[in-house]
């Protein structure tokens, strides 16, 4: 504790009164110094003694107790930190500066480490020293030291904001110490123009450069999508290059870029950069044929035509060949049907072709049969929506789509009501697994009245009718796919009759599972990420998979145990070790996720810096200085206490003491003056009157 004492005055008029009174007498005195004399210097030391009194002075004592200056250290722990030996440097520079610290004397000293920013932020250092001095009044800063690599994401971008943060120091300096080397050599994979979207079966386009320092100015790129490597080039480097790459499927594709590694490279992890390009379908064109009006006929139409994303063309054979009514044919269509144009010259642009109660009656030739079989084996979908023209002898059976067929009429029809069920196969394939009300027992739903009888050759049935006979068989065929529903009663559920069914859901979901959504897969692996796990699930047809193989991005392999969460379902959760793209692996079956920013901020450059924080420095009086720039020992500069002149020499830098102090007590002591001081003045009074009274004699 130190006392303090000084002079404080509690006037008795305010302190403008008594300047006012001050000068305007000080002026009638001087203006009588001609005509009295020196006797007017009376007349000044009587009006500063009654000036004096009326300002009453006191004697106050303060005890004040002597506050540490603060030293903020701010330590950047960041990602890019850990690359080569900085983190080893940034160590020892730490040590070494805490004990020069705890070397002098009067100081607090207050550490913050600076992590990866929320989000992709990078490193949040100035915003840290903020949050670090929040509370501490600016006054008592004697100084900020940064140990950092210079990879500072939120430094001051010019002068201006650099002198404006270098003010909430209250002249305190900024010295930043810099890890890593003058000389580092890196390459990495910078995506300059990424979409995020891209159109099935169309290629994109990704502008990336390849920027490297220390390199021979040309790399070797390998081009990956969902694990599988597109090709390889060599591209120049630092400077942009287009790369067209093709959208292979619905949902999420992941692409890497990836290009060879530089001997002595700071890092591999910016080696790779990963885009996760959503895949939509264009406009899908659907074909539906019907081969007669019928009930069924308008739900299908309707079901295709609610859905925006999908482009129907319908045709219904409205009169057979072989019927001769004598109705001219261009009242019974607009137009007759293209049979050539459809299934010979543009089958191929069609994502599926249903075939709603048709038979063979001639209106197709045998080649456009063979046209669909084609078709399909090459990535086509096809279904054949059966009525009891499926088991007479103008079914479809009996031409070349037979050959894709996954059941075969046995010439029974069935018109006895009957409750659909789910098969074996069925609760567990995504397609029928969660329609509403089949997870009863028996699900409620309403009656059909017709099945076609069928013996199955291949295929899944998932869908069952009276005595576990076959009501809907969905089969691959090479690299297309059919599925074949074996009644025409769907249109029941739509009417709700007996209280319905789920037939939106039935169909929508039959019509995009031939169209590849990946949702509806039979054997799937899939992964997201959230809240610092990996949740990851399996669909499968067959038996119980065993563990998912995980690698993670610093190629550490773990194997994660699934468990049941639903027929068919599998799930299991690890925790994420770091940010980056995983890779899992079920047998055949691989997945991607990318956690955190897919291509970091704080890896996309990775060069130690001394320039980004140089204005701060400046604008403080600091000094910004790499610890270890070449192979020689890392050293730490002196710290010193500077009252004034240069903050910064050779080998130290200094810090600005403060002084700091808090009042613990005070004390006042009047020191009387006051009315002494008016006695002393009317005595003074006293004495000019009577001084010049006799000067007035003397001339007379």
């Known amino acids: 504790m130190v006392a303090a004492s000084g002079i404080d005055f509690s006037p008795f008029l305010p302190w403008q009164a008594l300047v006012v009174s001050g000068v305007l007498g000080l002026a009638l005195c001087l203006a009588g110094w001609r005509a009295r004399g020196p006797v007017v210097l009376l007349r000044v030391l009587t009006l500063g003694l009654l000036l004096l009194g009326l300002a009453n002075p006191s004697l106050v004592t303060e005890n004040r107790e002597k506050l540490k200056d603060i030293v903020a250290v701010v330590v950047d722990r960041s990602s890019s930190q850990a690359l ?17 610290l705890e070397a002098l004397p009067n100081v607090e000293t207050r550490v913050v480490e600076v992590k990866d920013g929320a989000g992709d ?3 949040r250092l100035v915003g840290a020293l903020g949050g670090l001095l929040a509370d501490a009044p600016a006054g008592r800063v004697a100084g900020v030291i940064a140990i950092t690599d210079g990879v500072a994401h939120d430094a001051p971008a010019n002068a201006a904001a650099a002198s404006e943060i270098a003010a909430s120091f209250a002249g305190a300096p900024f010295h930043a110490l810099v890890m890593g080397r003058s000389q580092e050599t890196d390459r990495r994979v910078a995506l300059t123009q990424a979409p995020r979207f891209g159109i099935v079966g169309k290629d994109m386009m990704i502008r990336a450069e390849i920027v490297e320092r220390g390199g021979p100015g040309a790399a070797r790129v390998t081009l990956r999508r969902d694990g599988l490597a597109l090709g390889a080039a060599t591209l120049a480097t630092n400077r942009p290059v287009d790369i067209p790459v093709r959208v292979d499927h619905a949902g999420p594709n992941v692409i890497e870029i990836e290009v060879e590694p530089l001997p002595g490279e700071l890092t591999l992890a910016n080696n790779r950069a990963v885009l996760t390009v959503e895949g939509v379908r264009e406009k899908l064109r659907v074909l539906l044929v019907s081969g007669e009006p019928h009930p069924g006929e308008r739900t299908w139409r309707n079901l295709l035509k609610s859905d925006a994303s999908v482009d129907l063309v319908h045709f219904t054979i409205l009169r057979p060949p072989e019927k001769q009514d004598g109705a001219p044919i261009n009242e019974l269509s607009l137009i007759p049907f293209p049979t050539r144009e459809l299934f010979q010259q543009k089958i191929r642009d069609f994502d599926l072709i249903i075939f709603d109660r048709y038979a063979n009656q001639s209106v197709l030739p045998s080649a456009y049969y063979q046209n669909i079989v084609n078709y399909v084996r090459n990535g086509g979908a096809l279904l054949v929506s059966a009525g009891p023209e499926y088991a007479g002898s103008t079914s479809l059976a009996r031409t070349p789509l037979a050959e894709v067929l996954p059941a075969m009429p046995d010439g029974r029809v069935s018109e006895t009501p009957y409750r659909p069920a789910l098969s074996g196969p069925g609760k567990r394939h995504p397609v029928t697994r969660d329609l509403p009300g089949a997870d009863a027992a028996t699900p409620d739903w309403g009656s059909w009245a017709r099945l076609v009888g069928a013996e199955v050759d291949r295929g899944s049935v998932v869908l069952d009718g009276p005595g576990k006979k076959p009501l809907l068989v969905l089969q691959r ?15 029941l559920w739509a009417r709700n009759f007996q209280g319905g069914g789920p037939y939106l859901d039935l169909l929508r979901r039959v019509s995009h599972w031939l169209m590849r959504e990946p949702q509806l897969e039979e054997e799937a692996l899939r992964a997201e990420a959230r809240g610092g796990e990996i949740r990851i699930t399996r669909q499968t047809m067959g038996d119980a998979p065993g563990p998912v193989l995980v690698t993670s991005p610093d190629g550490v392999e773990s194997r994660v ?13 690890m925790p994420v070790r770091g940010q980056g793209l995983y890779r899992l692996r079920s047998g055949d079956l691989m997945a991607f996720v990318a956690t955190g920013p897919q291509n970091p901020r704080e890896l996309s450059d990775v060069f130690s810096d001394e320039t980004r924080l140089r204005p701060l420095a400046q604008a403080s009086g600091g000094d910004v200085r790499r610890l270890q720039p070449g192979d020689q020992p890392l050293v730490t500069p002196r710290i010193l206490m500077v009252q004034s002149g240069p903050l910064s020499g050779p080998d130290w830098i200094g810090l600005r003491p403060r002084d700091g102090y808090v009042v613990r007590g ?15 003045a009317l005595g003074a009074l006293l004495l000019v009157w009577v001084g010049e009274g006799r000067r007035s004699r003397a001339r007379a």
Do not use: C, N
């Open 84 to 100: 080569a030996d900085r983190r080893a440097q940034t160590d020892a520079a730490s040590a070494a500066v805490m004990r020069r």
């Open 121 to 123: 932020d990078g490193t």
């Open 477 to 491: 065929e090479q690299r297309g796919r059919v599925a074949l529903l074996l009644s025409d009663h769907a249109w």
């Open 561 to 573: 145990t699934l468990t049941l969460r639903k027929p068919g379902e599998y799930a299991g959760v």
């Open 666 to 680: 005070v004390s006042s002591t009047p020191l009387g003056i006051g009315f002494a001081a008016l006695g002393l």
